[in-house]
């Protein structure tokens, strides 16, 4: 541990600087309360596409020369000085463990430095804490669904520090399908919005399996449905017959995304809420976007649906669970370290 200035839990508005590096994205983040005043991002994104997909040491290397200027552009951009902030909010995990390695280094030592509360964030209930910053009164409880490239999900919000975990992916998450599914295509990386490009000039009319849909409780399955892809795929190149690249990202993006309303959907009933979230780099996703939507006011729900640039890994979600950590009184030390892995359970998640 370290000593730093006695925070003032109850102040109205305190201002949390973020900082996320989990994967190829450096970010930092001003916040208020639950205003952003800042939000900058330098990716590495162009770099990795021409691998095929993240490389780690590629992206640890741009997370260190990046990451000064780019909370240095933050806290400038929100009009502050660096006396100013409350706490300092950093990623911990999950992600790449060396790029998160950069991110909470730098936020011990510019914590220590500054000697202001140092709060460790866990990067999936950042995701969920996006929220918030679309809807400043939202509270719980809600039923959110998470769907990103690590993990996929649907939980329970009980109170601002606890999620019940309600369903998840029994095998890959449904990013992780979307940038396998890419390659499989010729497709570059990030999967996700280059799959969505090419699915607007197709149709979906490829047979998908039908066991994502109804059934496994609030549970899904990406694995069989990638298979179907790949398999389809293959089986059509190696009878040397052509096919629509454009109906296969329109039918396997159906089969992934309308799993995740229906499912969601049921969740929402099932708990009697009335208000539904959605975070998760897949959430940016505007087929995903416009069937949620379109679900939740058949149903009379509520949805508080993060911009798109705040579903993708970014610095201003981390600020916002900090703010809710920062409130309940935890507070990291200099020990703290990176952790590549933050498992999801089926058990309650309380607190970090």
């Given at each position: 541990?370290?000593?730093?200035?006695?925070?003032?839990l109850?102040k109205p508005?305190?201002i949390?600087?973020?900082?996320?590096?989990?994967?190829?994205?450096?970010?930092?983040?001003?916040?208020s309360?639950r205003?952003?005043?800042?939000?900058?991002?330098?990716?590495?994104?162009?770099?990795?596409?021409?691998?095929?997909?993240?490389?780690?040491?590629?992206?640890?290397?741009?997370h260190?020369?990046?990451?000064?200027?780019?909370?240095?552009?933050?806290?400038k951009?929100a009009?502050?000085?660096?006396?100013?902030i409350d706490?300092?909010?950093?990623?911990?995990?999950?992600?790449?463990?060396?790029?998160?390695l950069v991110g909470?280094?730098?936020a011990?030592?510019f914590?220590?430095a500054l000697?202001?509360?140092?709060?460790?964030?866990?990067?999936i209930?950042g995701?969920?804490?996006?929220?918030?910053?679309?809807?400043?009164?939202?509270?719980?409880?809600?039923?959110?669904?998470?769907?990103?490239?690590?993990?996929?999900?649907?939980?329970?919000?009980k109170?601002?520090?606890?999620?019940?975990i309600?369903?998840?992916?029994l095998?890959?998450?449904?990013?992780?399908?979307?940038?396998?599914?890419?390659?499989?295509l010729?497709?570059?990386?990030p999967?996700?919005p280059?799959?969505?490009r090419?699915?607007?000039?197709?149709?979906?009319?490829?047979?998908?399996?039908?066991?994502?849909?109804?059934?496994g409780?609030?549970?899904?399955?990406?694995?069989?449905?990638?298979?179907?892809?790949?398999?389809?795929?293959?089986?059509?190149?190696?009878?040397?017959?052509?096919?629509?690249?454009?109906?296969?990202?329109a039918?396997?993006?159906?089969a992934a995304?309308?799993?995740?309303v229906?499912?969601?959907i049921?969740?929402?009933?099932?708990?009697g809420?009335?208000?539904?979230?959605?975070?998760?780099?897949?959430?940016?996703?505007?087929y995903?976007?416009?069937?949620?939507?379109?679900?939740?006011?058949a149903?009379?729900?509520?949805?508080?649906?993060?911009?798109?640039?705040?579903?993708t890994?970014?610095?201003?979600?981390?600020?916002?669970?900090?703010?809710?950590?920062?409130?309940?009184?935890?507070?990291?030390?200099?020990?703290?370290?990176a952790?590549a892995?933050?498992?999801?359970?089926?058990?309650?998640v309380?607190?970090?």
């Open positions: 541990m370290y000593l730093f200035s006695t925070p003032d109850n508005s305190p949390i600087l973020g900082i996320e590096s989990s994967c190829d994205e450096t970010a930092a983040a001003v916040i309360g205003k952003i005043l800042s939000d900058e991002i330098a990716s590495s994104a162009d770099i990795q596409s021409l691998y095929g997909g993240v490389v780690p040491e590629i992206a640890s290397r741009a260190t020369d990046a990451i000064s200027a780019v909370v240095s552009r933050a806290v951009n009009g502050i000085n660096f006396e100013n706490a300092v909010a950093v990623t911990y995990g999950a992600g790449l463990l060396g790029a998160l909470v280094s730098f011990k030592a914590s220590y000697g202001k509360p140092l709060v460790a964030v866990n990067h209930r995701h969920m804490a996006a929220a918030y910053l679309v809807e400043p009164t939202l509270r719980p409880p809600f039923v959110t669904l998470l769907a990103s490239g690590g993990h996929t999900a649907i939980l329970y919000a109170t601002e520090s606890e999620f019940e309600l369903g998840s992916t095998d890959d998450a449904a990013g992780e399908a979307f940038d396998k599914v890419a390659r499989v010729g497709l570059k990386y999967g996700g280059n799959i969505e090419c699915a607007k000039d197709g149709t979906a009319n490829v047979p998908m399996p039908k066991m994502l849909k109804g059934g409780g609030f549970d899904f399955s990406y694995s069989g449905l990638k298979t179907a892809v790949i398999n389809y795929c293959h089986t059509k190149e190696q009878k040397g017959e052509e096919y629509s690249k454009a109906d296969v990202a039918s396997f993006q159906a995304l309308d799993v995740l229906e499912k969601t049921a969740a929402a009933k099932a708990k809420v009335t208000t539904v979230t959605a975070g998760g780099g897949v959430a940016a996703n505007t995903l976007r416009e069937h949620l939507s379109a679900a939740c006011k149903n009379g729900f509520s949805l508080v649906l993060p911009e798109k640039r705040y579903c890994d970014n610095a201003a979600m981390i600020a916002s669970e900090g703010l809710v950590q920062y409130r309940l009184g935890n507070f990291a030390g200099l020990e703290l370290n952790k892995s933050i498992p999801l359970s089926k058990s309650l309380i607190g970090r």
